[in-house]
């Protein structure tokens, strides 16, 4: 099985960019955005793929979840919008690991529109698996910054479902 999102895991500039993160994120006392949420939220975004039939590839599925927050580290810097920052990254990141342009241009529009306030309403099922998977990887209901986080109520995880 060729799966190119392993090159993914396996390409430089995402390496640095996901420890960039994890480094900056070490002390955070909220949510953070380093390898255990990417991969909970590509697990996450399959099996709701699977239960609802959705012809998504996994590589697709993965690729998307994995790089979904690598704009980060940016919006950590310069204050930019991560979504915005992640698609470029990704942009090149997909280039490098053998991903088509219709592939890249599906990824990136999932990476620029997923975020807690939902999905568009004309949302691609690839922008609406990232974005339910996104929030549902969150458990809020057992998060020690519960009381201090900013998320509204409709916002928060209160539940286990994957």
């Known amino acids: 099985m060729n799966l190119k999102y392993q090159r993914i895991l396996k390409n430089r500039s995402y390496i640095t960019i996901i420890k960039n993160i994890e480094i900056r994120e070490r002390n ?3 949510c953070r955005h380093g390898m255990e949420h990417l991969i909970s939220v590509a697990r996450i975004a ?3 793929s699977l239960e609802e039939k959705v012809s998504i590839s996994k590589d697709i599925i993965y690729a998307a979840s994995l790089l979904h927050d690598i704009g ?3 919006e950590y810097e310069t204050g930019r919008s991560h979504n915005e ?3 470029e990254k990704a942009e090149a990141i997909l280039l490098e690991c ?4 219709d592939e890249i ?3 990136t529009a999932a990476i620029r529109t997923h975020g807690h306030d939902g999905y568009p309403e004309k949302a691609s099922p690839l922008e609406r698996l990232l974005c339910m998977a996104d929030k549902l990887s969150r458990t809020c209901f057992n998060c020690p910054a519960h009381e201090e986080c900013n998320w509204s109520a409709d916002k928060k995880n209160e539940t286990l479902f994957y």
């Not at 053998?98 to 342009?101: A, E, F, R, T």
């Open 28 to 30: 955070r006392f909220f």
């Open 46 to 48: 399959y099996i709701i």
């Open 72 to 74: 980060r580290y940016e």
């Open 85 to 87: 920052a992640g698609a």
């Open 98 to 101: 053998g991903y088509s342009d």
């Open 105 to 107: 241009k599906e990824i």
